[in-house]
């Protein structure tokens, strides 16, 4: 069944914290669960897989923040200057709270490409933060260096993860996430997605792709 929903912007910069800067999608009718929802280096929030997603979920009873990273709010173009990532992290542990303040039910944490890669991150160092991850395109390594990869934090994930990957992403295939998936101990899937590059989202499955997350992402949240 599908919810109405309201888009209204959001902003908390307190001084000494990260900022954290987005929109949220607020349900009429909450399921009462809460995602977080972040984007990729060179993207920003309003990046259309971002708001296609948020949208679905919120479709789904589930409220939405969709957020700008602290790097994207102090740049609007380029990628994230050496050093951002703490802080970044600092911004989605902001953001979840920012959630958990308008929902007393479980909260998610998602982010594209950059995006995922530091929420599993920020998971891995605070496992009791949110209740399962949402991993997005997660970059695996940087193209054409396989070697090169970004897994270290891996065996400290213990946050149920949901992986989602085009079969056509040049930052890893769904053979080398495999692999790695076994490094982490908490319950992982791998949602493949045909014909999709590093973006996700494109005019052939603009249409089923949100969906099909949406609904992947229920069955792996669902109570035992």
Do not use: W
């Not at 600092?90 to 890669?117: D, M, N, P």
């Not at 493949?192 to 992947?216: D, F, T, Y």
């Amino acid at each position: 069944m599908e919810r109405t929903a309201s888009i209204d912007p959001f902003a908390d910069a307190q001084p000494g914290q990260a900022p954290v800067r987005g929109y949220f999608h607020t349900p009429q009718e909450l399921s009462g669960d809460g995602l977080v929802l972040t984007h990729g280096a060179g993207a920003n929030c309003e990046t259309p897989l971002l708001v296609a997603l948020a949208a679905a979920f919120a479709a789904s009873g589930v409220i939405v923040l969709r957020c700008d990273l602290p790097f994207r709010q102090l740049r609007p173009h380029g990628p994230p200057p050496r050093g951002a990532a703490e802080r970044d992290q600092q911004g989605l542990e902001r953001a979840v709270a920012a959630v958990r303040q308008r929902t007393r039910g479980r909260v998610f944490l998602g982010g594209h490409s950059y995006g995922g890669r530091q929420a599993s991150i920020l998971a891995a160092s605070k496992p009791d933060l949110v209740s399962a991850l949402l991993l997005l395109s997660y970059p695996l390594h940087p193209p054409n260096q396989p070697a090169k990869l970004r897994t270290a934090h891996f065996p400290n994930l213990r946050t149920p993860a949901l992986f989602v990957l085009g079969d056509r992403d040049g930052f890893g295939t769904p053979a080398e996430l495999a692999a790695a998936r076994k490094l982490i101990p908490a319950r992982t899937e791998l949602l493949p997605m045909e014909a999709a590059g590093h973006g996700l989202l494109a005019p052939p499955n603009r249409a089923a792709l949100p969906q099909a997350i949406v609904k992947a992402f229920a069955r792996f949240v669902a109570p035992e």
